[in-house]
């Protein structure tokens, strides 16, 4: 099928590289997320209330970035670390109406999960260690 001016190079198998342990970089993302909640909760929730409040925003940024570490990057046995009260489609619901349709999220339904699952969530993937 070719006319003498192109001609198909064999594949080339890349070569091996080694794993790379993701773990302690993935760790300090939830750490820093921990971090980012705990500020957003110190600020209250009067703040977080207000019309276009900008801790509001930023609890969107935390719940959607949270939702990509777990869908995306925690290892399968710390998955399983998760609180039985949260499992991963909690996660994705709360992410997909924060990320899609924003104006339906109940704002006490979104400051309880700052307050008490995420942090909970986080410390229980990253453990003591």
Do not use: C
């Amino acid at each position: 099928m070719t006319d003498g001016q192109f001609s198909p190079r064999p594949r080339a198998t890349p070569p091996a590289t080694p794993e790379v342990d993701r773990w302690p970089a993935v760790q300090d993302a939830l750490r820093g997320l921990l971090d980012e909640v705990g500020a957003i909760v110190d600020r209250g929730v009067t703040e977080f209330d207000q019309p276009h409040s900008l801790t509001y925003r930023a609890a969107e940024a935390v719940i959607i970035h949270f939702h990509d570490i777990v869908s995306n990057r925690i290892p399968p046995e710390r998955l399983g670390r998760l609180p039985a009260d949260l499992p991963l489609a909690a996660i994705t619901a709360t992410r997909n109406i924060l990320a899609h349709n924003y104006r339906s999220a109940d704002k006490t339904i979104i400051w309880a999960v700052l307050q008490r699952e995420l942090p909970q969530a986080i410390r229980a993937i990253v453990g003591p260690d």
